[in-house]
């Protein structure tokens, strides 16, 4: 479980809808993340949106995980 003091918040700047990825963009840096970790199971996002994540290191990259639109 993540802490609460973890989460970031950001901007989507990129998404494939056929791939299902995505890019968020923070004041922290860019995170890609994958349409699974859209929390409202939608598996798709807007490019635009402002959306919550809390990063997370897997296969030596950080993600954005737990992806709330706003």
Same mark, same amino acid.
């Given at each position: 479980? %993540? %802490? $609460? $003091?973890n989460?970031?918040?950001?901007?989507? @700047?990129?998404f494939? =809808? =056929?791939?299902?990825?995505?890019? @968020?963009?923070? /004041?922290?840096?860019r995170?890609? #993340? =994958?349409?699974?970790?859209i929390?409202?199971? $939608?598996?798709?996002?807007? &490019?635009?949106? /402002? &959306? /919550? #994540? #809390?990063? &997370?290191?897997? #296969?030596?990259?950080?993600?954005? /995980?737990? &992806? @709330?639109?706003?």
């Amino acid at each position: 479980m %993540n %802490n $609460s $003091s973890n989460q970031l918040f950001g901007t989507v @700047v990129e998404f494939d =809808h =056929h791939r299902g990825l995505g890019m @968020v963009e923070s /004041s922290d840096g860019r995170y890609v #993340f =994958h349409c699974a970790e859209i929390t409202d199971e $939608s598996r798709d996002v807007a &490019v635009g949106a /402002s &959306v /919550s #994540f #809390f990063p &997370v290191e897997r #296969f030596g990259l950080l993600e954005a /995980s737990q &992806v @709330v639109k706003l």
